[in-house]
């Protein structure tokens, strides 16, 4: 994994994320990838789980999504970047705001095997 490849990989996240799209999201993650949405919550583990989260959440839960990172470090097989995404809530309609740091950890295939996420949310 290289500058090149992570920044390649956070585009597709984030159009995974922007298009609502589970199938392009587990497409970039291993069979038995470990996914922590929070640092301390047990991890989703598996590309059913990781669908499901992202079925329940950006394809049925939110809509006018907005999605950029940035590279803080990319060493060997770890990337980390900082993050930005907004989204209406549905059907609440209400404005979500998210700032965070996300780790990835990936396997010689440039698929993800952990990912770990810390973020802070604004809703208005």
């Not at 956070?10 to 392009?24: E, K, R, S, V």
């Amino acid at each position: 994994m290289d500058i090149d490849d992570f920044r390649n990989w956070l585009n597709q996240y984030g159009q995974a994320w922007i298009n609502g799209d589970p199938q392009a999201a587990i497409k970039l993650f291993s069979e038995n990838a470990a996914y922590y949405e929070e640092p301390l919550q047990t991890p989703m583990k598996g590309t059913e789980a990781i669908r499901k989260y992202w079925e329940d959440g950006a394809q049925n839960a939110q809509m006018d999504i907005t999605f950029k990172a940035e590279i803080i470090s990319i060493r060997e097989n770890i990337g980390y970047a900082h993050w930005q995404a907004t989204f209406k809530r549905i059907p609440a309609n209400t404005f979500v705001e998210l700032d965070g740091i996300l780790k990835a950890i990936f396997n010689d295939e440039n698929k993800c095997i952990e990912f770990r996420e810390w973020w802070h949310r604004r809703e208005e």
